[in-house]
């Protein structure tokens, strides 16, 4: 049995919510992985069990190719191709829900209408220090992602049996894909009891895994290989692996979005490695992912250094300058910060 983790008055607040509002709206951050996706499609899902006059599931940007199989996913409103309905659709909705973010600003240039918006606003997160922008907020940063927080949210609900695979695949996609295949952030029982009720629903649990790990374009592909050969500079020192993207590299392998998720991952099943970090260059900032096992916290180093956080083993930030200027704050913070000390 799960235990129950949200507030009852939320759930109580949440449930008034649902059962008198009539439009409603699900939004998540700029460049949505698979949890921001998953847990969104997950309660859009969810909510289509009611008989509600619209519901919406609307990311600033588009996402990976990869999720886009997802039940649902066809019908998701991207703000950077479609910004007057999406921004209509927002100052519209009854109840807005905010999944998987934490701060406005992490929906670009929607933050604008989200802030304008007099739906009533509910935060699903399980990420660190959320801002006061929602009047509901359901923020546990200890769960594995928001995938799974969208699921104890349900149940909370009394609401399980309404769960059906679309909605299953979703969720079980999210935690899925926010955990590495559950190689972190995933220690912990209540999760493989979601996952056994997820299965019950009647998801195949490893044909999603091959649909989002193993189903790759040839430019994906050939971006990975070279990623390995050419730009992986290793720390050994240091129990450290760094690589680096600038945006003439990725539009040399026909970069699209999502075409280096868990690219991060790929240096830590090499002995002795702890720590991986990797930098790609965009329009205006260079994105950081940072990952690690064991004890080090990468997300003390993301905040250090890169204006960013997340989880132990697990996080991001961003850096406003060069590519060469942020690989020498990396090297840096590597001396003051030694994952050989933890």
Request: with cysteine; net charge negative; hydrophobic share 40%.
């Amino acid at each position: 049995m799960l235990t129950k983790i949200i507030d009852s008055d939320k759930i109580h607040k949440l449930k008034t919510y649902i059962d008198k509002g009539d439009k409603f709206v699900i939004v998540s951050h700029e460049m949505p992985d698979g949890d921001a996706i998953g847990s969104s499609l997950g309660l859009y899902h969810y909510l289509m069990s009611y008989d509600k006059k619209s519901i919406k599931v609307i990311v600033p940007n588009s996402f990976p190719a990869f999720l886009r199989w997802l039940p649902g996913a066809r019908d998701i409103v991207v703000y950077g191709e479609y910004p007057d309905f999406a921004a209509q659709l927002i100052s519209e909705a009854d109840v807005l829900f905010c999944l998987d973010f934490n701060a406005v600003k992490r929906v670009g240039k929607m933050t604008s209408a989200l802030i304008a918006s007099d739906a009533r606003k509910v935060m699903i997160d399980h990420h660190l220090e959320p801002e006061d922008f929602c009047k509901v907020v359901i923020s546990h940063p200890e769960m594995s992602s928001t995938s799974e927080l969208v699921f104890r949210m349900i149940c909370a609900l009394g609401d399980i049996d309404t769960i059906e695979k679309d909605a299953a695949e979703c969720i079980y996609t999210g935690m899925m894909t926010d955990t590495g295949s559950f190689s972190y952030n995933s220690n912990n029982a209540g999760i493989y009891i979601i996952i056994s009720e997820l299965i019950k629903k009647g998801i195949d649990k490893d044909e999603i895994y091959r649909k989002v790990n193993q189903v790759y374009s040839e430019s994906r592909l050939r971006l990975m290989g070279y990623v390995l050969y050419e730009k992986m500079k290793m720390y050994f020192d240091k129990k450290t692996a760094l690589f680096t993207l600038t945006k003439g590299e990725l539009n040399r392998f026909k970069y699209k979005s999502g075409d280096t998720e868990g690219f991060v991952n790929l240096p830590l099943s090499i002995d002795g490695i702890y720590f991986s970090v990797f930098l790609r260059e965009e329009t205006n900032l260079i994105k950081i992912s940072l990952r690690s096992v064991g004890d080090f916290p990468c997300n003390q180093f993301a905040a250090a250094y890169f204006n960013g956080g997340g989880h132990k083993n697990a996080s991001g930030g961003e850096f406003y300058g060069t590519l060469e200027e942020a690989v020498k704050v990396f090297e840096d913070g590597l001396i003051q910060f030694n994952p050989v000390n933890f």
